[in-house]
């Protein structure tokens, strides 16, 4: 657990897919990371993962599947956004399968990939 202005991070131990990942954000009293400037963003890079340049991380972004844009599980404005030139792609480029959740990649930047797919996370409280 690390703490950073007004908040505390806690990063999971495996990976799991999205939804398994809010859950267990949820049982903590805590939701998934949601970031909202370019500060917090640096604080993912530099602190939190400053050791793994390779790391990816699922957030609380996500979108519904009828929409093109992005939102915070906790209802923050979506302010802030650090994608890659080429994302949001909304979908797999060559299988066309839907994304809608967002990844931080250890490229310092994001993209969206699909929900299913499993990744490390981040849980901020
Ligand atoms: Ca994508």
């Not at 602190?47 to 996500?62: A, K, S």
């Not at 992005?70 to 994302?87: D, H, R, S």
Request: aromatic content about 16%.
């Amino acid at each position: 657990m690390v703490k950073y202005r007004h908040s505390c991070y806690y990063r999971s131990k495996i990976g799991r897919q999205w939804l398994p990942s809010k859950l267990e954000c949820e049982a903590m009293g805590a939701h998934l990371l949601v970031v909202t400037d370019t500060e917090e963003n640096d604080f993912i890079y530099n602190v939190l993962f400053r050791d793994e340049p390779n790391f990816e991380i699922f957030t609380g972004g996500f979108r519904l599947m009828e929409e093109s844009t992005y939102q915070w599980i906790t209802g923050e404005p979506w302010t802030f956004a650090n994608w890659n030139p080429l994302e949001p792609s909304l979908a797999v480029w060559d299988t066309g399968e839907s994304e809608e959740c967002v990844c931080i990649t250890g490229q310092w930047n994001w993209t969206d990939i699909p929900c299913n797919q499993t990744r490390m996370f981040v849980c901020e409280f």
